[in-house]
């Protein structure tokens, strides 16, 4: 069955850097477009990041402003999120996604994506 596993969260300060993995299992990963979402206390899942398939596609929410990098590693079935100067507002659980339901086109939204990780913390104190 699919399993997507992040790992790579934490807890840091302000102006530091995170890096996310998320291990794909049970589907050809080098099929897929993979993304990235996080969901704060109180608010709805957003959308964060999304790479394709072939990784010359890739998106990123405004808030990013250069600050995150979405990556693949199709030899290792893994996604990553490189995240830099992390601000208390990006405190939140960061989800990891697989998109199997269409190759050609890169979602940005959560009704899009098929399958979900358990997710992963990250806390970013001022």
């Known amino acids: 069955q699919v399993q997507l596993v992040e790992s790579g969260g934490g807890s840091v300060q302000a102006g530091g850097s995170l890096r996310l993995s998320c291990a794909a299992s049970g589907f050809t990963f080098s099929d897929y477009c993979m993304g990235w979402f996080r969901q704060a206390p109180g608010k709805d899942r957003e959308f964060v990041a999304a790479i394709s398939w072939t990784g010359d596609k890739i998106y990123y929410a405004d808030f990013t402003r250069g600050r995150f990098a979405i990556s693949r590693d199709d030899a290792k079935d893994t996604v990553y999120l490189r995240m830099n100067i992390l601000k208390p507002e990006d405190t939140a659980v960061y989800y990891c996604?697989?998109?199997?339901?269409?190759?050609?086109?890169?979602?940005?939204?959560?009704?899009?994506?098929?399958?979900w990780g358990q997710g992963t913390q990250v806390t970013v104190s001022s």
């Open positions: 996604a697989a998109d199997l339901g269409s190759r050609w086109y890169v979602g940005r939204t959560v009704a899009e994506y098929d399958y």
